[in-house]
Each structure stands twice: as C-alpha cells, then as structure tokens.
C-alpha cells in the first residue's frame, strides 16, 4: 500500500498570503494525484487531479504541482473561504489512499 | 443537475449489518464507476472500494474483505454499501463518489455502531 503524507498539519495563514502545502508518496504514482478541500459538515471539493489540473469551476488561485512522490498545491492568495482541511489523494496503485490532511487556518 | 442523493443515518449494534444507498442523477449511471469512502469524526478519509455499474464489477481495500459487499440496481441508478459484523470503529461518515478523483459525491451518510 502506498503511504501518503502531508506537511505540514496545520498552516496558519493571514488572508491574501500564499500558502503551500505539500504531499509525499512512498513510491510513485506517476502524475495520479488529486486534491481535496474539505469544509467541516461538507463532502471533500476535488481541486485538482493528474497532479496539476483542476476540476471544473476551480478559482484559478489553486494550482497543483509535482510528479512521481512530492507533489505541492499552492493556493496564490487566500480568501476566507478557503480555510478548510486539504487532502492529497493518490489513485495509481491499489488501494487507493489518502493523505492525513493539513488544517489551512487564520493566522 | 449531476449529484448522488444518498440515504440517511442508521444506528446499528455491534455486530449487526448495515445498507447505505446512493441515488445518481443528471448523468448515466452506468457510465462512472462508484466508489466509497468513510471518514471516522475528526480523522480522513479512507477508501473502501469502487463497483462498476455497468458490468457490477468490485474492488475492495483490504481492510474490507469479507465484510463489505458493493452492489446496484441499475433500473434505479442507485448503488448500495453493505458493511457486515459492524464494531464501534466502524462509527463513520459514509461517502459515494462518482469516479476515482471525484467531482462528484453524496452528502454523507452517518453509521453509529453503539450497544
């Protein structure tokens, strides 16, 4: 099973900062890389997928980056409604796997 | 408009069965795979499996095995999630979502397993 892990826990950012977080495989998955926002009460929002394209109606402030293990979603300038829980989620090999999360908060 | 209507919150006792529903509208079932995940309160996700619709094909996390069965009725564009010998950790928020990197999932169903 490949193991997927996100640095850091938790960010704390002030609005309109660029925040990046990033996502480690334990082996690769190639461009097979998906991101997640997560709102509390809400379904995971897919951001990203292939490592660096994203879904249908996504603010153009969300990009995703990498291949093979480390991959970055970088969010250029925060807005309030992006402090959210954000997943990486890796679907090349089985079983597919998720990160644990890092926490996106106000500074 | 495209969205997975899925079925409400079950209390069930330790060792009991439950069936959660996901009721497709706005495309062609038969056209996404399926798949489940759960969230325990406050942790991530975890993936359970996927099921085509078309062909009724399944593929289960190991963790799964034997314990869960991924089926549908085609006639009413709705796949189900049967979890077995149900235990307090399986205490979970229930998702469908439409394909592997999903655009598309239910709002969650709510599994208390408690005696």
């Known amino acids: 099973e490949i193991v997927m892990t996100q640095s850091p826990a938790t960010l704390s950012v002030s609005p309109g900062e660029r925040a990046t977080l990033s996502c480690r495989a334990s082996?690769?998955?190639?461009?097979?890389l998906a991101w997640y926002q997560q709102k509390p009460g809400q379904a995971p929002r897919l951001l990203i997928y292939g490592a660096s394209t994203r879904a249908t109606g996504i603010p153009a402030r969300f990009s995703g980056s990498g291949s093979g293990t480390e991959f970055t979603l970088t969010i250029s300038s925060l807005q309030s409604e992006d402090f959210a829980v954000y997943y990486c989620q890796q679907y090349n090999n089985w079983p597919v796997t998720f990160g644990p999360g890092t926490k996106v908060d106000i500074k | 408009q495209v969205q997975l209507v899925q079925s409400g919150a079950e209390v069930k006792k330790p060792g009991a069965s439950v069936k959660v529903s996901c009721k497709a509208s706005?495309?062609?079932?038969?056209?996404?795979?399926i798949n489940w995940v759960r969230q325990a309160t406050g942790q991530g996700l975890e993936w359970m499996g996927w099921?085509?619709?078309?062909?009724?094909?399944?593929g289960y996390a190991q963790k799964f095995q034997g314990r869960v069965t991924m089926t549908r009725n085609t006639s009413i564009s709705t796949a189900y999630m049967e979890l077995s010998s149900l235990r307090s950790e399986d205490t979970a928020v229930y998702y469908c979502?439409?394909?592997?990197?999903?655009?598309?999932w239910g709002q969650g169903t709510l599994v208390t397993v408690s005696s």
């Open positions: 979502a439409r394909g592997i990197a999903a655009a598309v």
């Open positions: 082996q690769s998955v190639s461009s097979n």
């Open positions: 706005g495309y062609t079932f038969t056209s996404y795979d």
């Open positions: 099921m085509n619709p078309n062909s009724g094909n399944t």
